[in-house]
């Protein structure tokens, strides 16, 4: 197995893997989704790091195409990649991931959870 290597975040907030506490996503590339496309405990990301991607695992969820995304350290299922999303009119875009947020911690000024 090759070397890990782990991206630390210093802008805060940002969240981490609950796990591990492995740093994941800073909040300001959470999308504002529209009430009616918004799912309770569920943040969707324009940029993550730290995560592994399951490349021949696709699925789909309505018209999108999507794979499970992973804690690299940990494992930890965080939740999923769009790889094709189907609609012109949609918020989403290829590559945009959402994240299961009971599964990770938010961390705000620089604190240890």
Do not use: S, W
Not at 20 to 44: M, Q, Y
Not at 45 to 68: C, D
């Amino acid at each position: 197995m090759g070397r890990l290597f782990v991206k630390e975040l210093r802008e805060t907030p940002h969240i981490v893997c609950i796990n591990c506490r492995t740093c994941i996503a800073v909040l300001r590339h959470k999308l504002h989704l529209p009430p009616d496309e918004a799912e309770e405990n569920v943040g969707v990301f324009r940029k993550v790091v730290n995560v592994q991607v399951e490349e021949y695992q696709n699925y789909q969820v309505g018209p999108h195409t999507v794979t499970n995304i992973y804690c690299i350290k940990c494992g930890n299922e965080l939740g999923c990649q769009y790889i094709h999303v189907v609609g012109e009119q949609n918020i989403l875009r290829d590559g945009y991931v959402k994240i299961m947020m009971e599964q990770t911690l938010e961390i705000r000024d620089e604190e240890e959870p």
